[in-house]
């Protein structure tokens, strides 16, 4: 079969100077998100989504089949992909990375429906810039649980001096993430995040556990540090999910987080939402890079 990427003329659309080919396939069959509003929604947010995309080593999840089973995580540059399109070596692989908004949609074109990335800059690739407590729940407990466990990292943090950002996951979850100056090397930092897992695991064995072990988890909340090492990943703040409804990963204010409810930022929401924002809740994050502990 042909591929989407080739197909003749098939009313395709341009959005940022990107042609947007199949722009009618469907991305998401809960919502009927199509291909052409998944590139319209991120020439409409770039300006949020940009500063945490940009010039860092990106994983993919490609949907080509629209949002499905089908859809599988990619780490490399695809043939035929743009120009805005980057790759680079990182020691002894090879990390693709986009600089603007027209490698998004460059992207988009092939597919891509989220967007996951390495806490550490293509300026320096062995010195992370920020850290994520990706908090997993049990599927059992509410989300409520989980908003409880994130502000207990979050005090956990501020007791070590280190500020700290939520956001959704689009998921089940939470993200506290910490932004770093980039001066400690990966082990230091993963160390540093499975030492804060084990340390609230220990204090609360019931609610929180710091192994990777599916079977200790019943019941709840796994800290998951392990998006702290070198190559490991976590998803980017404005990025959609390949979810029901297409969730979107948002960034919330600390004092709004017990009122959020993650399903209610979704593709089609998320624009007018931050319309309405009368501060970015994460304005400063960028800004107020930290030295861990020693
Ligand atoms: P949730 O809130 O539902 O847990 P999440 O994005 O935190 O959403 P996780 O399963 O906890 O999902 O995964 C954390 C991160 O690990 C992801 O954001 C992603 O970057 C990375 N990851 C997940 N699955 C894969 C995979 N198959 N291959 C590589 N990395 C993955
Ligand atoms: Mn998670
Ligand atoms: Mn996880």
Redesign the pocket.
């Known amino acids: 079969a042909m591929s989407p990427e080739k197909a003749p003329d098939d009313g395709g659309d341009t959005v940022g100077g990107v042609r947007i080919s199949s722009p009618g396939r469907v991305m998401d069959e809960k919502s009927g998100i199509t291909k052409l509003e998944l590139a319209r929604y991120h020439d409409a947010v770039s300006g949020w989504f940009m500063p945490y995309a940009a010039n860092r080593p990106l994983?993919l999840v490609r949907c080509p089949q629209g949002n499905a089973e089908q859809c599988f995580?990619q780490?490399h540059r695809m043939q035929g992909v743009g120009p805005h399109v980057g790759q680079a070596r990182a020691g002894d692989q090879q990390v693709l990375h986009v600089d603007d908004v027209t490698g998004v949609l460059e992207l988009v074109q092939f597919n891509v429906v989220?967007f996951?990335?390495w806490g550490a800059s293509m300026r320096a690739l062995e010195r992370p810039d920020w850290l994520v407590i990706?908090?997993?729940?049990d599927t059992a407990l509410g989300f409520a649980r989980v908003v409880e466990a994130a502000l207990e990292v979050r005090d956990a943090l501020a007791r070590l001096k280190l500020k700290s950002w939520v956001k959704?996951?689009?998921?089940?979850?939470?993200?506290v993430c910490v932004p770093l100056k980039p001066r400690a090397g990966w082990a230091t930092v993963k160390a540093f995040a499975h030492a804060l897992a084990q340390s609230l695991a220990q204090q609360d064995p019931d609610r929180y556990v710091a192994t990777l072990s599916k079977a200790k988890r019943a019941g709840k909340i796994f800290i998951?540090y392990?998006?702290n090492g070198e190559g490991?990943?976590?998803?980017l703040p404005y990025s959609p999910?390949s979810?029901p409804g297409m969730t979107v990963?948002m960034p919330v204010a600390w004092k709004d987080l017990k009122h959020v409810r993650?399903q209610e930022f979704t593709l089609q929401t998320v624009p007018g939402i931050l319309a309405k924002r009368r501060s970015d809740p994460w304005k400063d994050f960028l800004a107020s890079p930290q030295s861990l502990p020693a």
Not at 134 to 137: A, M, S
Not at 168 to 175: D, E, F, P, R, Y
Not at 232 to 235: E, I, R
């Open positions: 994983a995580f780490k989220e996951h990335a990706d908090l997993d729940p959704t996951t689009g998921g089940k979850g939470l993200h998951d392990l998006r490991a990943t976590a998803v999910r979810r990963a993650p």
